[in-house]
């Protein structure tokens, strides 16, 4: 048995999938306490009956992405070496960031070293600071990590509570995104420690061995939690994109297709082009980080079924919301409230009728006209997003002969609903962007499928310099010495044997090459080596459901 929950703006959705089937599923109302709130979901729905056929939990958190949103993030110290090249003011995204003085090249070749005593100063400066988490990011560390890692072995010697390095987080370059993305996986550490501990917690109660524990990706693939206490940046955007993968799972696109998922709280939409998920290209952008994290591409508005009919100026939908039991729900219209009086007027619920004409009197609209308003208000603003993705994938460089000859452009043939209002929307977004629009069985509970049914995923970049005789893995931490005839066969199998080493796949089946080039080098012209670029993927492998 698989469980899958998903822990949403207003709600917490679990799901149990035996044999590919759901055989339960439950809502529970999300408390101010997002952490009890889970291992309450967690404690009443994993009954006795549940635990001895239990093989894996998956959870899809909102905890990391809330902190960085809400800035309520760790004091980090961060140790940058930017070598030659822009300034580095853009850099300093830290409480307390102090520049080193090394460098090394875009080959990796070491070309100057760092000053001991410059580290040392860091040091002291972030102890008086009171700061307990650090990150070191060096320019190239993914061709040449000598620099991170003997920085790192200075400062770990200090007592910190979590050291991040650059390097071990993406084997992409781009140094920006990696000195932010080093940043960020120090500053959400406390925050996942408070997830971690609370799930070890429960597992351990539950007599449970901590391997059936898995988090969401924003990739779309799922980790285990152990593995995450390195790398909790790759907990964020876990809800968007269980919310692609229910709809997937539940409508199988194999066209164009846009996934909408009306929340409590929100509205995120994702897009399928031919059949695949639409990634980012360099990396998600997580408030104002540009990251190396993969994700897939979504974009959020804040309207959901709970969110707030309000009227000030004008009429507005949120983004404030009101959970479904509060008791302050009884004297104010939500979304739901809209469109569920526009479904069905003859059932619909006196005292919400009363409400709902007792707002539409102060803007003196008869109740239709001013639902009518309610939702072309919350239609227009999804809409917009759903517009600026679609711009966005159109305006993504060609990569396709097909794409260049025949210009092609990706417009959407169906829209897949989920999401506790897809239902009273559906009828209303059809009509507005005049394609079909499907409402899978279980759309209640789709992102908790999506999580539940999600597979361990992971990109690897392997580089061969065969002048400097070096091949690495950086996302591995393998770097080993090659000869000077070193081939591109040589390593694809040494980039297989190494990620099956890993023991993050049983079989060269499990691995896609996505990328590989080639080219030799000329000195005086003879021949001196070659450079050899391969990028790598555990093939995406979302299961079926009956």
Known sequence: MIIGLDVGGTNIDIVAIENNKVVDYKKFELGDDILSSVLTSLQKFITADYTPILNRIILSTTI????????????????????????PDFLMCADANVMVDGYINNRGIEVKGFSHDTVEKAISEFKKLSIKHVGIACKFSVRNPKHENEIYEIVKKHGFEFISKGHRISGKLNFPRRVFSTYLNSAVYSSFKLLYNAISEFLKEKNLPPEIAFIQKPDGGIINLDSLKEFPIFSILSGPAASAQGGYILSKPLSNAVIIDIGGTTTDISFVCNGQFVLEQYGATIGRYPTLVRAIYSRSVGIGG??????????????ETVKPFATERENIVTFSDVLLYMKNLSCFDCKLQARLINLS?????????????????????????IKEGIEYINSAPIYTI?????????????????????????????????IKVEVPKYYMVANAIGCALGSLSREYNLVADTEQGIVYIPELNRYESVDIDFSIAQAKNFLIENIIEAGDAISVDEIEIIEENSFNMIRNFKYCGKIIRLKAQLKPKLQQLE
């Open 361 to 385: 009197k102060k803007v003196n609209m008869p109740p239709l006209h001013f639902c009518n308003e309610v939702l072309e208000t919350a239609l227009s603003l999804i809409c917009k997003k």
């Open 402 to 434: 097909q794409k260049l000859l025949y210009g092609e452009k990706f417009e959407p043939e169906k829209a897949i609903v989920i999401g506790g209002a897809a239902d009273l929307i559906a009828e209303h977004l059809a009509k507005r962007l005049k």
């Open 64 to 87: 990391t992405t809330n902190a960085i949103v809400q800035n309520k993030l760790d004091k980090v110290g961060m140790i940058i070496e930017n070598g030659i090249g822009a300034n």
């Open 306 to 319: 709970d969110s707030l009919v309000k009227l000030e100026d004008h009429i507005s939908v949120g983004p």
